[in-house]
């Protein structure tokens, strides 16, 4: 596939609101997830209500507000579901002092509207909404695979358009909505601008991520696949690249556009032709005490946990082969969400009774 390298960093803007036939649009998405791993989906309202979207913001907010002990009411576990407070997740061990400047809520599955873990009571008082809004981001995530199996062309025998989002339907799974808060940094906290981060060097570990954040709330760089030097070289000196929330074209629609990028599932699975690309979220440069106050909000997408991660039928996929055997084959999505929720949670889930401890001192 002839690929047209934009500016550096110059992520696509994408519709997939169907003002275009669709193989157009997949093969624009397939092209931005092979190239940057990255994409923007132009967000007018379409696929999900500009109100539904600043709901949740005004939710999170109300939910981080709440006092700690309220919040540590439904600290989080094993099932990856729960609240983390500040540094409890370290999401790159090798170039940290600390862990990550932020504190996250990780909402499982809702069963017929109700969540499968403990809430607080500003939660509760809005699962319905966030019920509501993890079926809409679900729904976004389908049209997406759908999108990307029209794109990758999947032999038609094996299913066609439907075979990556069948994957991800009819089972539990490992997708969550994660509200995510990076504070300012308080007068009297040990803060070291030059080392600290709000998000550690990291790729997303599924299929794909959908990524909302607020206009004036800057952070995410990417290391763009094509200036990656060595594979696991993350530090402060590789190209990291700043992602804006608004990017030109979109200053003036009702809402930022939603950022999608690929996790490594689905890289494996597409034999490296997606690319999981590596990000993380700064403090701005300006700004005392790391400037003001982040929210943003992810849905991370995964197949349903008992699926086999066998290659995807795709010529484009299988002309990539699999001579080098990642070993990922062999596992299913969920053998492979708990190998990396395993690196990153330090701690959490080691065999031992102080494991409880561990994320309470958080
Ligand atoms: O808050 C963000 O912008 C990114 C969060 C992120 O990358 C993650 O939670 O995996
Ligand atoms: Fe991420």
């Known amino acids: 596939m002839a690929i047209q390298n934009p500016p550096q960093g110059q992520i696509p803007v994408i519709d997939i609101s169907g003002t275009r036939p669709d193989v157009e649009t997949a093969e624009e998405l397939v092209k931005a997830a092979s190239t940057y791993g990255f994409v923007y989906i132009k967000n007018e309202g379409k696929d999900i209500p500009v109100k539904v979207i600043d709901d949740i913001f005004d939710v999170s907010k109300k939910f981080f507000s709440s006092p700690t002990e309220e919040k540590a009411q439904c600290k989080i576990t094993e099932s990856n579901r729960g609240w983390s407070g500040m540094h409890t997740e370290t999401l790159d061990a090798k170039n940290q002092r600390v862990g990550d400047f932020k504190e996250a809520m990780n909402l499982g599955e809702f069963i017929d509207g109700k969540a499968q873990q403990p809430l607080t009571p500003s939660l509760i008082e809005h699962e319905k909404d966030l019920a509501n809004f993890h079926k809409y981001c679900h729904d976004m995530m389908l049209k997406i695979l759908t999108l990307f199996s029209i794109g990758l062309k999947i032999d038609e025998e094996a299913g066609g358009s439907s075979w990556i989002p069948a994957r991800h339907q009819g089972g539990s799974s490992g997708c969550t909505l994660r509200l995510l808060h990076y504070p300012s940094i308080p007068a009297d906290s040990d803060y070291q601008p030059s080392v600290d981060i709000r998000a550690g060097a990291h790729s997303d570990y599924g299929s794909i991520t959908l990524l909302f954040q607020r206009p004036g709330q800057p952070g995410l760089e990417i290391i763009p696949p094509e200036t990656r030097t060595s594979e696991r070289d993350f530090g402060p000196t590789a190209a990291w690249t700043p992602v804006p929330v608004c990017p030109p074209g979109t200053e003036n629609d009702p809402s930022p556009p939603i950022l999608v990028n690929i996790g490594d599932l689905l890289s494996h699975w597409t034999n490296n032709l997606m690319k999981s690309t590596v990000h993380r979220v700064v403090f701005p440069k300006e700004g005392k005490h790391g400037g003001e106050d982040r929210y943003s909000i992810a849905y991370f ?28 084959e062999a596992m299913t999505a969920d053998e492979h969400l708990m190998s990396r929720l395993k690196a990153t949670y330090l701690g959490m889930y080691r065999d031992d009774e102080q494991k409880d401890e561990k994320v309470a001192a958080a």
């Open 301 to 328: 997408g995964h197949p349903v946990g008992s699926t086999v991660l066998e290659p995807i039928p795709s010529e484009m996929v299988r002309a990539l082969g699999t001579s080098k055997g990642t070993g990922v």
